[in-house]
């Protein structure tokens, strides 16, 4: 098999006594949708953060393209083709739809200590913002202040500032996040449209989602990955049936 | 095509004063008007240096009179050395501003918040016993600068409509960059880490490269209004450099209007016209002052500039 696109390795990370992300190693080819699910305090958010680069973890690597990312702050990340987005929605509230999205792709086109000219008249750099806001169906807002949009047209321009950075591997942390039923099968829709162009490690609590969407998924109960496999797979598997069912400590007692 | 606004006519009034005021200081023959001016348009330009950081990145900088300090010592000190050419005062002047913007900046920007405010004060109460301490150079007395910078002929410091154009061109000149800059790409990203760091660092910026960069442009700028105001009062001392002046430059940008580009120099006008005309009045001027600007600042969001904003939409 080809070098995967992404590799973590027995990936160790502690709060205190507590072992929020305990031996994950998990790898995504190129081009796959890897979907990782799991209950509510499972450490999902912790792996993505560590993947990131907003937390450290205590041992273990992580490598993106045969990479050693494991110690790179997240900027430096962002620039190899990793790009992210957040569970609680984390944009510039008081800059425009187009200027999120054109800050992400400034990011990555030539240097930004330019002082004299105009950003907001730079043709390169409004015409990727508009082509990404475009992907996610926002172009008509393209103008409106972030603080202005609704909750579902934030989740979207999350998206679309991911977009603007032409990642290699895209982080989707929750993007269904508090959508309602339409917004969800927008998003869905989307996102298989997406998926085609990139790379994306998806971590959603949405069941129908997710199994509509992944190639292989990987379950995470208690910081550990107790199953990892195609939909089907998982969907048979006794342990993951366990986990979700709420009998919990039967999952407990691997550890 | 853009309406016409009460905040644009109140912006144009005060600039075409600015630039008039000469002319009738020169026809009523009231010089002293000129000499209060000068110092309003000097103390306006440092406001506006302020304004940079404070308003557009977000730094709330608590020990920007430094810079004034600074600046103007660079000028007192080699005036009493002998150098007296303004082509060697003023850029020492921006030089060394930077200089300690560049060092205060990497050691302040590892913090945030409050223990910014309250590192960048302690730095500057720093420099203000550093500048008590220099003996040689007055001490806590200060030092009187007896000849103005010499600028080979081209224009005369001595000449008081001469020197407040010189002032009135260096503030103009700066609020041109500051626009500049904060349509610039830089300027963009400055901004961006004001509103979200984390979003920031995740689309690829390193946050502390851009606001250390921000912060010594705008030390540079108030170090430029230092060079000036020893050249205005040809005096320095460490008085200039004192926390209340500092509070006094924040005042004035919260007063006009953080992250405006005229909002500084409206705050500084109002700010020092009225600390001048309330102490003509009564001794106790600090006593009207203070409720004063409490209550611009409580009620009118935004400073000036956002109560004439919502003054010409409503």
Known sequence: ?255 | MKAFTVSKAATALMLAGLVLLPLYSQLSGNVFILTLFTRIVILALAAASLNLIMGFGGMMSFGHAAYLGIGGYAVGMLAQEGVGSGWIQFPVALAASATYALVIGALSLRTRGVYFIMITLAFAQMAYYVASGLARYGGDDGLTVYKRSDFSGLVNLGNRTQFYYLCLACLFAVLILIWRIVNSRFGLVVQGLRSNEQRMQAIGFPAKRYQLVCFVISGMMCGLAGALLANNTDFISPAVMYWTRSGDLMVMVILGGMGTLFGPVMGAVVFLLLEEFLSQITEYWALIMGPLLLLIVLFGRGGIMGALGRAGRG
């Open chain 1, 1 to 255: 098999m080809a070098e995967p696109l992404l590799r973590v390795e027995k990936l160790v990370r502690r709060f205190g006594g507590i072992i929020a992300t305990d031996n994950v190693s998990l790898d995504v080819a190129s081009g796959e949708l890897h979907a990782i699910i799991g209950p509510n305090g499972a450490g999902k958010t912790t792996l993505i953060s560590q993947l990131t680069g907003h937390l450290e973890p205590h041992s273990g690597s992580v490598s993106l393209g045969g990479r050693d990312i494991t110690h790179l702050p997240a900027y430096r990340r962002c620039a190899l083709g990793l790009a992210r987005s957040f569970q609680i929605t984390s944009l510039l509230l008081d800059f425009t739809a187009a200027d999120n999205v054109a800050l992400a792709a400034q990011a990555h086109a030539g240097t930004s200590f330019r002082f004299f000219a105009d950003a907001r008249k730079e043709k390169g750099l409004r015409d990727a913002a508009h082509a990404a806001l475009d992907r996610v169906g926002l172009l008509h807002r393209a103008d409106v202040v972030v603080s202005r949009l609704s909750h579902g047209e934030r989740r979207e321009l999350e998206l679309a500032v991911a977009l603007a950075s032409k990642p290699k591997l895209l982080l989707l942390d929750e993007p269904m996040a508090g959508l309602g039923v339409t917004e969800s099968q927008r998003m869905v829709k989307l996102l298989q449209e997406l998926r085609k162009e990139v790379s994306i490690v998806l971590v959603e609590h949405d069941m129908p989602a997710v199994f509509a969407l992944a190639d292989r998924i990987s379950v995470l109960v208690y910081g550990r990955v107790i199953a990892s496999g195609d939909p089907a797979a998982i969907r048979a598997n006794d342990d993951v049936k366990r986990a979700y069912l709420g009998d919990q400590h039967v999952v407990t007692h691997h550890g």
